[in-house]
């Protein structure tokens, strides 16, 4: 099993540049959800989603933009790049039971 | 802001020694959950306690969950080298069971 599959692992954009983080599950999970984690932080949510086509804010949501037209897929989109949003993202899945998150390997974003 | 809040931030220790590691949090959960994140690496889950249990095991780990103060526990038994990693609470709530991390406490094991 793969599990949670993120691509790019690294990727450097310039200010104002636009990109789409990639996230991949085939573990038939309804909830999926972006986080990112800066520097001696834990994880804040981003966004998340609950099924198909359902999305919702998480804390901090602002510059970035999800979309959910399967259940494997989870993409997220930052509009125009910035240098706050210098971080290392993470997506999870997880069962709508009241089970763990599965997290993927991360990316790594530099914003210059 | 986050819901769970670890103490300590950074715990370092000999191999074969415990170590213990507090998690405090604000609000009423479905469940708390422990992960453990090695350098540059993904979160791996480690043990799940539901809001109606006290204590869970699971091999060199138990957890405790008191609701009433808000706050758990994990404790590693006979840490070993392998154990130095960061280790995060996660509470659980909503239908959706939606995740709130802490900032987790950096744990540093000597051989």
């Known amino acids: 099993n793969a599990g949670v599959t993120q691509t790019p692992k690294f990727q450097v954009l310039k200010t104002g540049q636009s990109m789409t983080l990639q996230c991949a599950q085939d573990?038939?999970?309804?909830?999926m959800s972006w986080y990112r984690q800066d520097p001696g932080m834990g994880l804040r949510l981003i966004h998340y989603?609950?099924?198909?086509?359902?999305?919702d804010q998480g804390e901090v949501p602002n510059g970035y933009n999800v979309s959910r037209s399967t259940t494997e897929d989870f993409p997220l989109r930052l509009l125009s790049a910035a240098p706050s949003q210098t971080s290392v993202y993470f997506c999870?899945?997880?069962?709508?039971?009241?089970?763990?998150?599965?997290f993927g390997q991360g990316t790594r974003l530099t914003v210059v | 802001s986050q819901q769970g809040e670890e103490d300590p931030q950074a715990l370092s220790i000999q191999e074969g020694e415990n170590a213990t590691m507090n998690c405090s949090y604000k609000?009423?959960?479905?469940?708390l959950q422990w992960y453990r994140q090695n350098s540059g690496r993904g979160l791996v889950h480690l043990i799940l306690?539901?809001?109606?249990?006290r204590e869970k095991h699971s091999g060199r780990l138990r957890v405790t969950l008191d609701t009433s103060k808000k706050s758990s526990s994990l404790l590693i038994t006979a840490s070993r080298a392998a154990d130095t990693a960061s280790y995060f609470c996660?509470?659980?709530?909503?239908?959706?069971?939606?995740?709130?991390f802490g900032a987790g406490t950096r744990l540093a094991v000597h051989p």
């Open positions: 989603s609950v099924g198909a086509g359902i999305t």
């Open positions: 573990m038939n999970h309804e909830y």
């Open positions: 996660a509470t659980g709530s909503g239908g959706y069971n939606k995740l709130i």
């Open positions: 609000t009423s959960i479905n469940n």
């Open positions: 999870a899945s997880s069962s709508p039971r009241n089970t763990e998150a599965f």
């Open positions: 306690i539901r809001s109606n249990e």
